[in-house]
């Protein structure tokens, strides 16, 4: 049983069994989709590294050959005539040759300023003369600290390009001699602003930009306003430059946002160009459709949920109409399941469930009615055997009384008489009110008192009266009387008592009926006791007692009928248990 019981907890129900189903159907195709979502980020994520890189290599080379470019075309100005005569023998010139070689110079700086759009200005610093000439003014001083800045002792980077003072140059001097003071020097300032701008349209994504870091002379230039990411880009070229990394792609965090960083260096220059855009622009449409995945997945859910509630409702609805119409076929309720209008398997099973109920009604209506015929004739008997049983008795008394010329109590022992076996030869009914069987207990009391006078004292509590008219089987309170006087008081020298009284609980009604016969002993109990429980076998025992509780019982049931004990009067006490739930007449 309780293995049953284990197994009933542990059963799932038809709509988890669905559910399970269709979930174990969806989950595959929802993982395998985020899946497909997630490689495609991936792959998105490494087509627009790679697009990065590829601008990267691009922008660089571009830079690159501009500033090798220029490389190329300063050493022809470097051994220039005309600075070698201003830079040697200026002093020693004439304003008109002076003149002439600085206009001639001037051409030639023009010539190479626009050379690239990426020049602002070209300067030839001359300090014999204490010019520096522009392209197309004249300086009438040399600025040291320029001038000590772009020589080639103080170039120990190595690299083409100089920062100074937040600008950017490419210099040439004259003579190539590194611990020696040069003639002339000429310098190629690039704008720092065109670099910018064209920095800034490397990338074409918004919120995206590009910096060119150099870490040997610390500077960068980018039109990045926010310090944080230049500081962040700062921080991660030199750990790349520690790892020697020359190009790639990473992912920084800059404040609470993610980007896509990547990177390539630059012999040449000295300087890595970086290059990041907003990973969300890569990941933000992929995050939205894998919003849309899980938006479509929790309506799946909901679907499924619908449907497997649709069939467990198609299912358990007329399943559970089975199984109560079967509850109540084991409560006794045999009936048809009514308006069986389906046409699926639960229209065969209810048509099929409906012909087998029929047929038992009829067999159990045919069980019945055979039992019950059998169980009024078994009353019909036992009730005869109690008729005759008080009217000799009755005769005697009535003669004594007859004799002794007392006709008033004579009078009245004829109408107790009267009733008395008027009552218990009625046929109309096995049934009488609870009432009216009290009543004809107290009448065969009242024919005891005249047989014995004041002798046996009767103590007979009322009835309540909510329980007047429930209906009981006749004749079950007078026979239990009659054997207490027979064989209890009747027999006491000095008298005796008895004690009829009643206990309520619910439905249920308790007859006490005790007496202070003293000649009762356990073992007479015990045998009492044991002849009631054995009384459905017996059915030739035939004494008052065994036929009241055998009746008691064919009417209720077997947890009804008498009981016998001890009473506080220390006789016999006699317990009716009736169940009172019946109509009332």
């Given at each position: ?310 069939i467990y409702r198609m299912i358990h609805s007329p399943l559970k109409g089975l199984i109560g119409a079967f509850r109540r076929m084991r409560n006794g309720d045999i009936e048809p399941i009514g308006d069986v209008k389906r046409h699926d398997e639960f229209g065969y099973l209810y048509t099929a ?233």
């Amino acid at each position: 049983m309780g293995f049953r019981n284990a197994l009933k907890q542990n059963r799932q129900t038809i709509f988890a069994k669905l559910m399970l189903t269709f979930i174990a159907v969806l989950a595959p195709l929802y993982v395998l989709t985020l899946i497909i979502n997630d490689k495609g980020a991936e792959s998105t994520r490494k087509e627009i590294s790679q697009s990065l890189a590829s601008r990267n290599d691009f922008y660089l080379n571009m830079l690159q050959l501009e500033v090798e470019r220029v490389m190329r075309v300063l050493p022809e100005y470097v051994v220039d005539k005309d600075l070698m005569a201003l830079g040697s023998t200026g002093n020693f010139l004439n304003d008109y040759e002076k003149i002439d070689n600085i206009v001639a110079i001037q051409r030639r700086l023009n010539l190479i300023k626009y050379n690239s759009h990426y020049i602002q200005e070209v300067r030839a610093y001359i300090p014999m003369i204490q010019r520096t000439i522009l392209s197309t003014t004249i300086e009438t001083t040399v600025n040291d600290e320029e001038f000590n800045a772009l020589q080639l002792v103080n170039n120990t980077h190595g690299t083409a390009l100089t920062h100074w003072n937040d600008r950017l140059f490419i210099s040439m001097q004259y003579p190539f001699i590194a611990n020696r003071m040069p003639l002339f020097l000429i310098g190629v300032e690039l704008s720092v602003d065109k670099l910018k701008q064209s920095l800034s349209e490397v990338i074409s994504i918004p919120n995206g930009n590009a910096a060119l870091v150099n870490l040997k002379q610390g500077w960068t230039v980018s039109d990045e306003t926010d310090a944080t990411i230049i500081a962040a880009l700062r921080s991660h070229t030199s750990e790349l430059s520690r790892q020697e990394a020359s190009a790639g792609y990473d992912t920084l965090r800059f404040g609470e946002d993610l980007y896509m960083v990547s990177y390539t260096y630059s012999e040449a220059l000295g300087s890595y160009l970086v290059s990041y855009v907003p990973e969300s622009y890569v990941t933000g449409p992929i995050s939205k459709y894998r919003n849309w995945i899980l938006g479509v997945s929790v309506l799946s859910v909901f679907i499924v949920l619908f449907f497997s509630m649709s069939i467990y409702r198609m299912i358990h609805s007329p399943l559970k109409g089975l199984i109560g119409a079967f509850r109540r076929m084991r409560n006794g309720d045999i009936e048809p399941i009514g308006d069986v209008k389906r046409h699926d398997e639960f229209g065969y099973l209810y048509t099929a469930y409906n012909e087998t109920a029929i047929h038992l009604k009829t067999l159990i209506q045919e069980n019945y009615e055979q039992k019950i015929h059998s169980q009024r004739s078994e009353l019909k008997r036992l009730q005869s055997q109690i008729n005759p049983h008080f009217l000799y008795n009755c005769f005697f008394v009535l003669c004594r009384l007859i004799k002794s010329e007392d006709l008033e109590l004579s009078y009245r022992f004829c109408q107790y008489v009267g009733d008395y076996f008027q009552y218990i030869t009625r046929d109309d009914s096995d049934e009488v009110p609870l009432q009216t069987e009290m009543k004809h207990a107290g009448t065969y009391v009242d024919i005891q008192k005249v047989c014995y006078g004041g002798r046996i004292q009767v103590q007979f509590d009322e009835l309540d009266p909510a329980y007047e008219k429930r209906r009981v089987p006749r004749l079950i309170l007078q026979p239990i009387v009659e054997n207490m006087y027979k064989h209890a008081v009747s027999q006491m020298l000095g008298g005796g008592k008895l004690w009829i009284h009643m206990a309520y609980d619910g439905d249920d009604l308790t007859i006490y009926m005790e007496d202070s016969g003293g000649g009762l002993t356990d073992e007479d109990l015990e045998r009492l006791n044991r002849k009631l429980n054995r009384s459905a076998q017996s059915i030739e025992d035939t004494t008052g007692l065994i036929n009241v509780h055998r009746r008691i019982q064919i009417k209720y049931g077997a947890d009804y009928g008498l009981s016998m004990s001890r009473s506080e009067l220390g006789g016999l006490r006699a317990a009716i248990r009736l169940s009172l739930k019946e109509g009332v007449e």
